[in-house]
């Protein structure tokens, strides 16, 4: 249940501000009142809502100012987590980094229309290629906190998503810079890159908040 309503308030099915009534999320959900208050609970102290003292829960607001703050722990936080996986990844780790990038370009490659089609695929298939790069760093508390990171950009991608093209521009040919670069075991080229292209898409969410 609290996946789910993660997953809703990211993807802005719950949008930024929504009130968060007990009698309506219990029924959506169809859990009890404890189960829903220990979620709600879990996700105010992730960032993703704010509780008011007599008027309970709601969905945490946007911002360009908080937007700017999460870019910079996410960056942070990816790049000292690349840096340990490629000094750890094995032949494995470097296989499946190839393998979610094809399927991440499978959608990446198409026009526009179609890719909006198909994009909670591309969501997942997304968010696997960036957890694949990460996924031999040997610091569990930091791959925590990166995809905690990563989650609160989701959020702000989709509350921007509408916007004509996206902000994807030139993001197909960026992953597989990124791919190339972390295989090839250049930590400093491969973290400039993982910059770059957080930074680009959050400025461009920014001139759309």
């Given at each position: 249940?609290?996946?789910?309503?993660?997953?809703?308030?990211?993807?802005?099915?719950?949008?930024?501000?929504?009130?968060?009534?007990?009698?309506?999320?219990?029924?959506?959900?169809?859990?009890?009142?404890?189960?829903?208050?220990?979620?709600?609970?879990?996700?105010?102290?992730?960032?993703?809502?704010?509780?008011?003292?007599?008027?309970?829960?709601?969905?945490?607001?946007?911002?360009?100012?908080?937007?700017?703050?999460?870019?910079?722990?996410?960056?942070n936080?990816?790049?000292?987590?690349?840096?340990?996986?490629?000094?750890?990844?094995?032949?494995?780790?470097?296989?499946?980094?190839?393998?979610?990038?094809?399927?991440?370009?499978?959608?990446?490659?198409?026009?526009?229309?179609?890719?909006?089609?198909?994009?909670?695929?591309?969501?997942?298939?997304?968010?696997?290629?960036?957890?694949?790069?990460?996924?031999?760093?040997?610091?569990r508390?930091?791959?925590?906190?990166?995809?905690?990171?990563?989650?609160?950009?989701?959020?702000?991608?989709?509350?921007?998503?509408?916007?004509?093209?996206?902000l994807?521009?030139?993001?197909?040919?960026?992953?597989?810079?990124?791919m190339?670069?972390?295989?090839?075991?250049?930590?400093?080229?491969?973290?400039?890159?993982?910059?770059?292209?957080?930074?680009?898409?959050?400025?461009?969410?920014?001139k759309?908040?």
């Open positions: 249940m609290l996946t789910r309503l993660r997953t809703d308030i990211v993807t802005s099915v719950l949008e930024p501000g929504t009130r968060l009534k007990f009698a309506d999320m219990t029924k959506r959900y169809d859990v009890g009142i404890g189960t829903l208050r220990e979620a709600l609970s879990q996700l105010s102290s992730e960032g993703f809502v704010t509780v008011e003292v007599g008027k309970g829960f709601k969905v945490a607001p946007v911002s360009a100012e908080e937007l700017v703050e999460i870019t910079d722990h996410f960056i936080f990816e790049k000292r987590a690349v840096r340990e996986a490629i000094e750890h990844g094995d032949d494995d780790w470097e296989a499946n980094i190839v393998a979610v990038h094809h399927r991440l370009s499978l959608i990446e490659g198409l026009p526009w229309e179609r890719r909006m089609e198909r994009h909670s695929e591309w969501v997942e298939r997304h968010r696997d290629f960036h957890e694949a790069i990460v996924a031999a760093c040997q610091g508390w930091l791959f925590r906190l990166r995809s905690i990171m990563f989650d609160q950009l989701d959020r702000y991608r989709f509350v921007t998503k509408r916007a004509p093209e996206g994807g521009g030139r993001k197909y040919e960026e992953h597989g810079e990124i190339a670069a972390t295989l090839a075991r250049d930590a400093d080229l491969a973290s400039s890159l993982i910059e770059h292209h957080i930074r680009d898409t959050s400025e461009r969410a920014i759309l908040l």
